[in-house]
């Protein structure tokens, strides 16, 4: 029998459904479509991207259910159009949902959920946020003008977004391709010589506290983006930390987020031992062997601005670490600017370029018409490149949003070793450069050489001047 595949909004976390009529894949929550066939890379490539050996028992049991009399001042919020369940003090009113804007949010009794054992309270003020935005939108020269125009950024909610935290450690070996070169110059020839070697590396490296966000309403890269949080100013969980904010109640479970967890751990294990490969011109991974020693979990929330807003019939949502201010988000880009930014590149660099290149013929006294064909090509190409460059980096501007590949952050940065061997294994070599050798003139002589001293024309010895 086939697996039956669900593919996820990477919106909302909803799942997608085929639409008929657009022939795409569409979310009948925040109703965002996408193009079949991305979605199902994103999902293969999320498969793929594994590391051997990498499972872990994961210790849960110190996680606690119980809020006490704390429960007594809860109130719990389920949102008809996403799904999100949403705790908050009892003086807090909800009007709409953070994730998905709907405004009918119904109140139910609050049912209990596990109590987090950490709480980084809210550290920037909501106009703060609103300004950080502002400030976002101005740096996006693609950006266009009625996107700006058309946010209600005093809409941006202040959410507790529930987290795993995961502690560990992790053990690696692996093998690695390293090389150095020098180069020997033998008669006519420049010849360059590279050394191959192996590389073992054998250790460990720890890990606390690795983030991995538990709502299916919240998007993982988006997550991922505005790490780090200053893990200085994690609290004991209080429900004093609440008022005036909403909180999100974990829906995604942690042994779904095993895998998360151990994918960076695993990759940084990897990058800590490939670090201690130094001296080499180049290094790469041969084989690889990472495990995950039984860690532990534990809960928290985390605080995050977040602004939902349409544009084009399209969804955008943008995060704001409610700590350190860092925002991130992806933009719309305006195909106008963007033809008018490459064309005006282009055609600047070839005005400045071509008169460069025109005074520097006529400096030199070269043929101008026999130069001007190939001048004006080189130019054009150096123009297009400039133009393409200039609108590649402006685009880059536009998607801030990217996964975590790692957890770095989340140890001292070093792997203990315990295997730490390199050995040589053999030489290459390639000629880099030939010298030309000028045939001797006619008194056998080369051309580029002087006479010797003795034997000059005119019978003039070093003392005959």
């Keep these: ?19 008929a009529q657009s022939s795409k894949l569409k979310c009948p929550y925040c109703e965002s479509t996408f193009e079949p066939d991305e979605i199902a890379s994103q999902h293969e490539q999320a498969e793929s991207d594994t590391f051997d050996n990498q499972g872990a028992s994961w210790n849960t049991s110190q996680l606690s259910g119980e809020w006490g009399q704390d429960a007594a001042s809860m109130k719990e919020y389920s949102c008809p159009s996403c799904g999100a369940s949403i705790i908050c003090d009892e003086t807090t009113a909800a009007t709409s949902c953070p994730y998905c804007e709907n405004p009918t949010v119904v109140e139910t009794q609050f049912q209990g959920s596990l109590r987090p054992d950490y709480i980084i309270p809210f550290k920037l003020q909501k106009k703060q946020a609103v300004d950080a935005l ?3 939108y101005k740096d996006k020269p693609l950006l266009p003008n009625s996107f700006a125009e058309q946010n209600h950024l005093e809409e941006v909610k202040g959410v507790y977004v529930p987290f795993w935290f995961f502690d560990g450690t992790a053990y690696g070996s692996a093998m690695f391709h390293a090389t150095k070169s020098h ?3 033998q008669s006519d020839e420049t010849i360059k010589i590279t050394e191959h070697f192996d590389c073992e590396r054998s250790g460990d490296i720890s890990f606390k506290l690795v983030p991995v966000d538990a709502s299916k309403q919240m998007d993982d890269d988006l997550m991922d983006s505005i790490e780090p949080y200053d ?4 609290k004991p969980f209080s429900t004093g930390f609440l008022p005036g904010y909403l909180a999100n109640i974990h829906d995604v479970s942690v042994e779904d987020c095993f895998e998360r967890a151990n994918r960076r751990c695993a990759a940084t294990c990897l990058l800590a031992l490939k670090s201690t490969v130094v001296g080499y011109e180049t290094c790469q991974t041969t084989s690889k062997n990472i495990t995950l020693k039984e860690g532990t979990v534990s809960y928290g929330l985390l605080p995050v601005y977040l602004l939902n807003t349409r544009f084009e019939d399209k969804l955008y949502t943008f995060a704001i670490n409610g700590q350190t201010g860092k925002i991130v988000g992806n933009l719309p880009s305006s195909s106008s600017k963007a033809a008018l930014r490459f064309f005006k590149r282009f055609f600047t660099t070839l005005v400045v370029g071509g008169g460069i290149a025109f005074a520097l013929m006529s400096f030199m006294g070269s043929n101008i018409q026999e130069m001007l064909v190939p001048g004006i090509s080189i130019v054009s190409i150096i123009s297009l490149i400039v133009a393409s460059v200039s609108l590649a980096s402006a685009k880059s501007k536009m998607r801030t949003v990217a996964a975590a590949s790692g957890a770095l952050q989340y140890t001292d940065g070093n792997a203990n070793l315990n295997v730490m061997n390199d050995s040589f294994r053999y030489e290459t070599k390639s000629v880099v450069q030939r010298t030309r050798t000028t ?6 002589m080369n051309m580029h050489e002087s006479p010797p001293f003795g034997n000059r024309p005119n019978g003039h010895g070093r003392n005959g001047w």
């Design 439 to 444: 045939p001797p003139n006619n008194n056998g």
């Design 134 to 136: 502002k400030s976002f």
């Design 1 to 19: 029998m086939g697996n039956v595949q669900n593919y996820q909004c990477p919106s909302c976390g909803g799942p997608l459904e085929f639409d």
């Design 231 to 234: 893990y200085e100013e994690l």
């Design 183 to 185: 180069t020997l110059i």
